[in-house]
């Protein structure tokens, strides 16, 4: 799925031109090999991005030639001199080799070595004429193999690179000339209108035909392109396509389910357009499937379940033990290999494979490591010139008979494991009716499910804050490289101002991007008024006021990953923008190749955040921190994270040398929605889910107000039908065995109990629901009516979802203006006002003994009475 030209890039002036995360989209790139061992790093830092082709023609030895080729390059482009010594080579495939020519004499010397050399490989040829089509001819060249190659020594321009393309020749085109922007062209050729003119348009529509699949090669979809989609998707990094009816369509702009493009190609005679994408959400299909061939299966299957298992850390399932106990997991990758090892009949060593990859792609996943990332290493592997013997090591020799080894009993086999059948019961809440149950019984139900000691997790988290305490960005880098795979940084943050390369997005997601900020801001300034100076007199002389100051250094933790979420990135640095705080910081992890969504590099822009921090977890909590060489520290960390994040923020503000605060304890997400007969029993089920969806450790309640038998199943069949259509069917089931459905008799009673549970969402689906927020005494944040789903509170009303849990709403307060504000008090008294008040203050100084306190006072009585 090759294009019809190859990017040039030196990654010494990486700032001119495009970036190699762009240069990606078009699947390969040249660079000129000026240093060995600085090569062969370019290579493994980023061979996972794209095919990479290495100028080699100033390398000197046939050994180092071939190293670099073993080093992963794809192709090397050299000399017919380093061609002749190359010969000698054996190991050398012609395919990988790309020979530089600049005369007619030369072309002849590369057609004789081919006819004595090459049988059935065919290698390159790369020249510097417009004669491309008369040298593809002469060789016998099939024009579709891209084997013949074009450099430019006069000016480069769009129509010579389109004209070698027809000939059948592959232009080789500096970074610095491309575009994927008009707005950023200023001259420069527009990559999108060079993709277009190699496609070949459907006669009855004028589009282009077009495959979608994931980075695994999984087919997702069929769709069409137009110029403008084309350019589009280039522009924004997203997948953008061209609606019949509708016009442009920017993949997920309404569901959500986004596409990050990865690779734009064809098939091999140009009438199929191919996007590879990373794609978010529920999948590619409108009816919420993987793809619109139907779900993932096999090892992508399973890499999507783990993936949402490491996610969200559902309590209680075994996937979730083995991320948590590294050694379980290292201990069963043993034994299934044991196991494997042992199989016999096809049918075993099926059934002894698959539970081994079970174990490996979850010690993958746990690590970061993707299914993309094996393949592309098997791909590696594949590429290397020369190979080890590959001889088993002596223990595992030993092991298999390869070697002499002592006697030892007979291992007897292990009896075939049966598989778990899936769960087909049906997905239901339990239900409680109160006037027929004990008040203690009912405060039993309302508990929440028990956590987990963090012990584990602290031990875990502590030796990675003292890393970074230690060694600053070296140590924020280490942890980076190990869990984000970033390896390609070399800084842990990026300052303010922001390139607007980094946060190029769809028209619609800035739209939707500004309208939410400006809904938060909106209503966060409106909190101004409760936090305003106060000035009193308390009595005669005696005047006390308090006003409020902004924290000076904020940080804002916004989770990050494979996950995008701009709602958390608005939700903390718009109220911290409109409370004035001087320095506002954001930390996120960043992607494998280092980057960071646009999305939240955008939102970062808007609100004046001074920079990012390109880490997560409890390193990213330790920067903010403590600081380093290049990360500010910060008075206060505030945001939502997993467990890590929380460890290290309950850490960290119990160190007195840290001195920072954190905003609020956490826990699992929860809801409950209060609703009586008016309520649509479809709308009731959809918020109980939505919240369920978080985590098998989250937990919703129902609190149902004088409903009939009738009335309770519509919304539990609608409960359990919904819940079927989800892709975390499985993560909702374990939701709803630990929540409940309260029917009580009116609404009295079920404000009782909601106050009682204190929840972290509290939904009214109730007749007049205004009326009833008046009762409500703990909650963290309250929606009203039906028209009213959570869903709007997350992302785009006004109000912060950075919400307590686990009950503490009923001493918390979530995230808001004061949350980034101090209050300072002051006393400011006259002569008569101290002399009014000097008896009451000496005479409770002297009963707790306090001398000094009343001299304080008497003093200046004394000197008053002298004047």
Same mark, same amino acid.
């Given at each position: ?10 990654? =010494? ?29 370019? /290579? ?10 290495? +100028? ?176 589009? !998707? ?33 098939? #091999? ?15 590619? #299909? ?104 590959? +001889? =088993? ?42 006037? @027929? ?36 960005? !070296? ?22 101002? %922001? ?13 939707? /991007? ?29 005047? #006390? ?10 940080? #804002? ?28 910081? %954001? ?59 929380? =460890? ?52 919703? /309640?129902? /609190? ?37 459905? %309260?029917?009580?008799? +009116? ?6 109990? @909601? ?7 509290? *939904?009214?689906? *109730? ?34 979802? @950075? ?58 009585? !004394? ?5």
């Amino acid at each position: 799925m090759a294009t019809p030209f190859v990017v040039s890039y030196d990654p =010494a002036t990486a700032s001119d031109g495009l970036t190699l995360q762009q240069i990606a989209y078009f699947g390969r790139v040249l660079i000129k090999a000026t240093d060995l061992a600085q090569t062969e790093s370019f /290579i493994r830092q980023n061979f996972r991005l794209l095919d990479i082709y290495v +100028d080699a023609t100033s390398i000197s030895s046939s050994g180092d030639l071939v190293d670099i080729l073993n080093a992963g390059a794809a192709k090397i482009f050299i000399s017919l001199d380093q061609l002749t010594a190359l010969s000698e080579e054996q190991s050398v495939p012609s395919s990988r080799l790309v020979v530089y020519t600049s005369s007619d004499d030369q072309v002849e010397t590369f057609q004789k070595w081919v006819v004595k050399h090459i049988e059935r490989e065919e290698a390159g040829l790369c020249i510097a004429s417009d004669a491309v089509h008369p040298v593809s001819v002469k060789l016998g060249l099939n024009p579709e193999a891209q084997l013949l190659y074009r450099t430019y020594s006069e000016e480069i321009s769009e129509d010579a690179i389109k004209e070698t393309m027809k000939q059948g020749g592959v232009s080789i085109v500096p970074a610095s000339t491309l575009a994927v922007s008009r707005e950023e062209s200023s001259g420069k050729i527009q990559a999108g209108s060079l993709i277009a003119a190699r496609g070949v348009k459907d006669q009855g529509n004028g589009l282009y035909a077009t495959t979608v699949s994931d980075e695994r090669g999984v087919s997702l979809g069929f769709v069409w392109s137009s110029d403008e989609s084309i350019a589009e !998707a280039l522009r924004t990094g997203t997948g953008v396509y061209q609606s019949r009816k509708r016009g442009l369509w920017y993949k997920g702009q309404s569901s959500g389910d986004v596409q990050e493009l990865i690779r734009i190609g064809f098939d #091999c005679d140009s009438d199929c357009l191919v996007f590879v994408v990373k794609q978010s959400g529920r999948g590619f #299909c409108h009816l919420g499937t993987a793809s619109c061939f139907g779900p993932y299966t096999g090892l992508s299957r399973l890499q999507k379940t783990l993936q949402a298992r490491k996610a969200d850390a559902p309590a209680g399932s075994y996937t979730a033990r083995l991320f948590n106990e590294p050694k379980l997991t290292q201990a069963k990758i043993m034994e299934e290999a044991d196991e494997l090892c042992r199989a016999e009949t096809k049918e075993d060593i099926a059934f002894e494979a698959a539970d081994l990859l079970y174990f490996a792609l979850t010690r993958c996943v746990a690590a970061g490591v993707s299914l993309e990332d094996v393949e592309r290493n098997l791909d590696l592997k594949s590429l290397k010139v020369k190979r080890r013997k590959g +001889d =088993a090591k002596g223990p595992w020799a030993e092991k298999a008979g390869l070697a002499e080894k002592p006697a030892e009993k007979p291992v007897e086999k292990a009896a075939p494991k049966e598989e778990p059948k899936e769960d087909t019961s049906r997905i239901e809440m339990t239900r409680v009716v109160t006037a @027929s149950t004990s008040v203690e019984k009912v405060h039993d139900y309302l508990k929440r499910p028990s956590q987990k000691s963090n012990d584990a997790i602290v031990g875990l988290v502590k030796p990675i804050i003292k890393d970074v305490v230690e060694q600053g960005d !070296a140590g924020v880098l280490k942890y980076t490289h190990k869990f984000e795979k970033a390896t390609s940084l070399t800084s842990p943050v990026i300052k303010a101002p %922001f390139p607007a390369e980094l946060m190029k997005l769809s028209p619609d997601v800035q739209e939707a /991007i500004d309208v939410s900020i400006s809904n938060i801001a909106k209503f966060h300034s409106a909190q101004k008024g409760s936090n305003d100076s106060l000035s009193m007199e308390t009595m005669p002389g005696v005047v #006390c006021s308090r006003f409020s100051r902004p924290i000076e250094r904020v940080g #804002c933790y916004i989770p990050g990953g494979t996950a995008v979420l701009p709602s958390t990135a608005m939700m903390l640095g718009v109220p911290a923008m409109v409370a004035g705080c001087k320095k506002i910081v %954001f930390a996120s992890p960043p992607r494998s190749d280092g980057s960071i969504t646009p999305e939240i590099v955008y939102v970062a822009h808007k609100v004046g955040a001074e920079s990012i921090v390109l880490a997560g977890g409890a390193q990213a909590v330790a920067a903010m921190a403590y600081g380093t060489e290049s990360v500010s520290k910060v008075d206060k960390i505030l945001g939502p994270g997993n467990q890590f994040v929380t =460890a290290a923020k309950m850490l960290v503000s119990n160190d007195t040398s840290a001195n920072v605060s954190i905003d609020m304890p956490a826990g699992p997400s929860e809801v409950l929605v209060v609703a009586d007969k008016t309520a649509n029993p479809a709308f009731v089920a959809s918020d109980l889910l939505s919240q369920a969806e978080h985590g098998v450790d989250s937990q919703v /309640i129902l /609190i149902a107000i004088d409903l009939n038998e009738q009335e309770l199943k519509a919304i539990e069949d609608e409960v359990d039908r919904q819940a079927r259509a989800l892709p975390r069917m499985d993560i909702v089931r374990g939701s709803l065995e630990h929540s409940v459905t %309260f029917v009580v008799r +009116d609404l009295e009673e079920a404000m009782a109990l @909601s106050n009682n549970y204190a929840p972290e969402h509290l *939904i009214l689906q *109730i007749d007049n629901a205004e009326a009833a927020v008046e009762k409500v005494q703990n909650a963290g944040s309250v929606f009203i009516g039906q028209w009213t789903p959570e869903s709007v509170g997350d992302y785009s009303a006004g109000v912060n979802h @950075s919400l307590p849990t686990y009950g503490y709403a009923k001493q918390y307060s979530g995230v808001n203006l004061g949350s980034f504000l101090k209050h300072i008090t002051s006393s400011n008294l006259t002569a008569d006002g101290l002399l009014g008040l000097s008896k009451t203050v000496e005479t409770l100084a002297a009963v707790e003994g306090l001398d000094a306190h009343k001299r304080a006072v008497s003093i200046r009585v !004394a000197a008053m009475k002298q004047q």
